[in-house]
């Protein structure tokens, strides 16, 4: 049988532009750096390699870097030094994020990004309870009109975590302050190889990653596994969220540990050292292998 090469010009067009619709929204190191930033709130950096991205013309299909450039922007905004002598940001940024509202990756960045939209959210609604003597009052009506015409046209997830709830969600060990500056400094060592009995910068394993991370505050565990899993207070899985550790098994022994990045109600998400990609984020319920080794979940208590 002699199969034809040639293709039907409908399906190369089609699969023309999915391929470009995926190239303008998909991930690459750069980008994910932005992301990273963002989240450790260096705000500064983030603005900075954003604006570097957006006028490099190999990143001109991507929305993402007009994303973190405006955010990075609104975010600085609290700092009334910053906002002296970046006015004109205002109108820049609040362009920006139009353009981000209007691209077909919208729906998908609204989805992707919603606590860092919805956190957004909320700094806005404290900043215009603010009575604000830096900035004048045309910009300051300007981007009022902007906040309530634009963007609370959209209704993003607003995660708001108590530091008591009724479940005891956070009635025990770390503070809601500490476990974000736990998560913030186990990102900046995303991309360091796994190394067998490693246990810095040079390289982890699983509970070197784990033992390093939270003498950050202060806090000695035991530095094998098995031993952090008797260490650590057992907790539901509802109740565990990030700075919590989740332990995993191939068979009677605790042969993994992580550390959990994800907010509560959320996929359980951990960062940790992979064998194969050292230090990376996986979503633990999206992927059938840690899914189904899961123990446990601990958490540290002082």
Not at 76 to 97: F, G, T, V
Not at 100 to 127: C, R, Y
Not at 141 to 150: A, M, R, T, V
Not at 280 to 291: F, G, L, M, T
Request: proline share 3%; net charge positive; glycine share 6%.
């Amino acid at each position: 049988m002699v199969f034809s090469t040639r293709i039907n010009p409908l399906l190369f067009t089609i699969f023309f532009f999915v391929g470009i619709s995926m190239f303008s929204f998909g991930q690459n190191k750069k980008i994910d750096r932005l992301e990273q930033y963002y989240a450790q709130e260096h705000y500064k950096s983030v603005h900075r390699k954003a604006g570097k991205l957006m006028s490099d013309p190999s990143f001109s299909d991507f929305v993402l870097p007009k994303y973190y450039s405006a955010m990075s922007s609104f975010q600085l905004m609290q700092n009334p030094y910053w906002m002296k002598r970046n006015i004109a940001k205002i109108d820049e940024s609040c362009r920006l994020m139009n353009e981000v509202f209007q691209s077909e990756q919208w729906p998908m960045i609204m989805e992707t990004h919603a606590k860092e939209l919805g956190d957004m959210a909320v700094v806005f609604n404290k900043w215009l309870k603010t009575k604000d003597n830096v900035v004048d009052r045309d910009n300051r009506k300007h981007l009022e009109d902007w906040i309530e015409n634009s963007y609370k046209n959209y209704r993003f997830k607003n995660p708001v975590i108590e530091e008591v709830d009724a479940d005891g969600l956070v009635s025990e060990g770390l503070t809601i302050s500490e476990r974000s500056r736990l998560i913030h400094y186990s990102y900046e060592f995303i991309g360091i190889p796994y190394k067998w009995g490693g246990s810095d910068s040079d390289g982890f394993d699983c509970s070197g990653f784990t033992n390093h991370i939270f003498k950050h505050l202060n806090l000695n565990l035991p530095r094998v596994s098995g031993d952090q899993y008797k260490y650590a207070k057992t907790i539901q899985a509802k109740r565990a969220f990030m700075g919590d550790l989740v332990f995993f098994s191939e068979g009677k022994e605790i042969t993994h540990v992580g550390i959990l990045v994800s907010q509560p109600h959320e996929n359980k998400r951990m960062i940790h050292a992979s064998t194969s990609k050292g230090i990376s984020v996986v979503d633990i319920e999206a992927s059938s292998y840690w899914k189904g080794r899961i123990v446990g979940y601990g958490r540290i208590i002082r």
